[in-house]
């Protein structure tokens, strides 16, 4: 199966053991390289990397539009894959100037960034894009939660993988992306939706991890209207999630939600 790794392992249990095949999910470092200039490498479930790198691009603010992709190719390597994104000498100049301002960032949130005035400005502003059509309640986020185990393939074989879906406001799931990142796993699923169409369907992001800043801070890029995690959010994520109109759920559990904003 793609995304996983068989190896020979011993199971033990109590006073047992038995030798057994098993797999794991698949890990690689991924550098994504925009117009002949490596930018960052990211480890990655090496699936669905067009997404991802598109996906990256938008949330962390490097390219405004996916018009501003002129090609996208995938290029395995004995040391790892690499992504060559060439892209637009607008995007491209721009880019070159925030990659001077923001050296070392990454889907990890912020790092490298090296002064608290940097961390701010690399924050996504409140403005940025306006949301619009109708938001989920409790109800359809339960549903959606509900039915996401199932769609979660990599997550069955090898418990070790993050999931990011979208659903509509009924909480029906529309499209599902995994990978060994949390952030990654966002990261594809905003790029397939954005490769689907020029503006997001109308429904919500629902995440098999916590809300942490660097996840509400890609939904308020790329003007989410809501934000639904299985585990908490922190402090930074809810701020920035009041401050820029995104509707935040946490502790999506059965039939429990918290909404932070």
């Not at 190719?73 to 880019?95: K, Y």
């Not at 990659?99 to 608290?116: E, P, W």
Request: charged share 20%.
């Amino acid at each position: 199966m793609p995304g996983v790794v068989p190896f020979d392992v011993v199971r033990h249990d109590g006073g047992h053991t038995q030798p057994r095949a098993d797999v794991v999910i698949d890990e690689r470092p991924v550098a994504l390289v925009y117009n002949g200039l490596s930018h960052v490498v990211m480890m990655a479930t090496p699936l669905d990397l067009e997404d991802f790198a598109l996906g990256f691009s938008l949330s962390e603010g490097l390219l405004n539009s996916v018009d501003e992709v002129r090609d996208l190719t995938v290029q395995p390597g004995a040391m790892g894959l690499t992504v060559q994104i060439e892209v637009s000498p607008r995007a491209f100049a721009r880019f070159k100037d925030r990659r001077r301002h923001l050296a070392g960032r990454t889907g990890c949130g912020l790092c490298g960034v090296d002064s608290l005035q940097a961390f701010h400005e690399a924050l996504p502003a409140s403005t940025e894009t306006q949301r619009t059509g109708a938001l989920p309640g409790p109800a359809a986020i339960a549903r959606a939660f509900a039915a996401l185990p199932a769609l979660q393939p990599l997550q069955a074989q090898t418990g070790g993988c993050h999931a990011a879906a979208w659903s509509n406001v009924q909480g029906e799931i529309q499209l599902v992306r995994e990978d060994v990142g949390r952030h990654n796993a966002l990261d594809k699923l905003i790029g397939a939706l954005v490769r689907q169409g020029e503006a997001l369907p109308e429904g919500f992001a629902l995440v098999s991890s916590r809300a942490s800043h660097e996840m509400v801070s890609k939904c308020v890029r790329l003007g989410v209207g809501t934000l639904a995690a299985i585990s908490a959010p922190t402090s930074l994520g809810v701020d920035l999630a009041r401050r820029g109109g995104l509707q935040l759920f946490g502790f999506c559990r059965s039939e429990v939600a918290v909404q932070y904003a």
